[in-house]
């Protein structure tokens, strides 16, 4: 195996080159969206310079080389979760619109007003609304998993909530504000045995940790690109095919037909039945070459590297005077996010900003959980393969100076 050589890596991101505000840019928000490596770029470029037309439609070269291309990124994710058979992988065009998918076509044909939905109070607001939207239109029940003051979800606390009445336990692989890996294999089978299907909300894990939906035993992973150093506009749903098979389309429109007349549409198979419409065509085949990327590295060597630089950030940082983490759970990843005695979240951001930080600050798409930390916003600093110890350093500089300015 090759070693993990972060210089070759970081040239492999022509953006982690640009000045910003005449500083080296330190990129600490890859869990927001993570920067491209050329070979993704170049991907997109070939697709419209020499490959590219519509898929499925033409009987033309031209359109059999880019439908070709596109079931090879189908195929690639596949694998790449270990997904059972290559139909299991819909595209969709991110982590949001997997959700909503779930929810609008296997929850309104499976769930009644006597049903329960479980969610933990980790969610990111599309892990939570999909799920409201349906409760909404069913008048079925929403409970929520709480979370422990270290951001750890227990187990414990998905049994007491689970029962013969839950229809879907729906929930992060990865806390995107806390970090929290949540025990998924344990809470899938707990979930099984009660007769509910599980949903893992995939966007913050696929990316620090190689997944394997089958012995997971999630039933449906969704996951984007944007965030596994691939093209935004495209997604994924996983969804096991005998689940698949049995819900109705999820919209309606060019592709998803088997044949149509005014008094009956029938539908096509897996997977083109959730795909209506013209697809993101070159954002597949980018993210294709995202996954080809991370697995030419290894997932398994990311995560160890990621993992030490998180314990260093995390011991650097907890250097600085009134800075508090939210989220110390054991076995956590990639994300810090803290708040300063005598700073708000947003001048944090903006003062980092003047060295060239880039840093998130806000709710982060998680209001309940703000609420449950009672704090009304944080500042997250989140890594990628790309990150460096000096990067760490930059920052913990920099909010020295906060400290500086507002004491
Ligand atoms: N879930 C989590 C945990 C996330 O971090 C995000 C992105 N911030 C999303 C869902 C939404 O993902 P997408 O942008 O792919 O729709």
Request: hydrophobic share 40%; glycine share 8%; net charge negative.
């Amino acid at each position: 195996m090759m070693p993990f050589d972060i210089d070759a890596i970081r040239d492999d991101f022509p953006i982690l080159k640009e000045e910003v505000r005449g500083k080296r840019l330190v990129y600490l928000d890859s869990a927001g969206s993570s920067q491209k490596p050329t070979q993704v770029i170049e991907s997109l470029k070939r697709v419209y310079e020499t490959e590219y037309s519509n898929v499925h439609r033409g009987l033309h070269y031209m359109s059999e080389q880019t439908s070709a291309r596109y079931e090879e990124a189908r195929s690639k994710v596949a694998k790449f979760l270990n997904a059972e058979f290559d139909q299991e992988i819909i595209f969709t065009k991110g982590t949001t619109e997997s959700i909503n998918l779930v929810a609008s076509s296997f929850g309104r044909k499976n769930l009644g007003p006597d049903d329960e939905i479980l969610i933990t109070w980790a969610e990111h607001h599309s892990n939570i609304i999909p799920w409201q939207l349906l409760r909404d239109q069913i008048g079925c029940e929403i409970k929520v998993v709480p979370v422990d003051d270290d951001g750890a979800i227990s187990l414990e606390s998905f049994k007491k909530l689970i029962s013969k009445k839950t229809k879907i336990v729906a929930f992060c692989h990865v806390s995107n504000v806390l970090g929290t890996v949540l025990p998924v294999k344990e809470v899938a089978e707990i979930a099984h045995q009660n007769g509910a299907v599980v949903v893992i909300d995939g966007a913050q894990g696929v990316v620090h940790m190689p997944v394997d939906v089958q012995d997971l035993g999630a039933d449906f992973y969704a996951f984007g690109g944007h965030k596994v150093y691939g093209p935004s506009g495209i997604g994924v749903l996983y969804g096991k095919r005998d689940l698949l098979n049995q819900m109705p389309p999820y919209q309606g429109g060019g592709g998803m037909i088997n044949t149509v007349s005014f008094s009956e549409t029938t539908w096509a198979d897996l997977p083109d039945k959730f795909e209506a419409g013209t697809p993101p065509i070159a954002q597949a085949i980018g993210l294709g070459e995202a996954i080809d990327y991370m697995e030419n590295i290894g997932l398994s060597k990311i995560a160890k590297y990621e993992l030490d630089l998180l314990n260093y950030a995390t011991q650097r940082l907890s250097g600085i005077d009134g800075l508090n983490f939210i989220g110390t759970a054991p076995g956590k990843v990639s994300v810090l996010s803290f708040t300063m005695d005598c700073a708000h979240p947003h001048d944090i951001a903006t003062i980092v900003d003047q060295d060239g930080v880039a840093v998130r600050a806000g709710h982060h798409c998680a209001q309940p959980l703000m609420e449950r930390f009672d704090i009304p916003s944080a500042a997250r600093a989140s890594f990628g393969l790309y990150n460096t110890r000096e990067d760490v350093d930059v920052l913990a500089r920099s909010l020295e100076k906060v400290n500086e300015i507002f004491k």
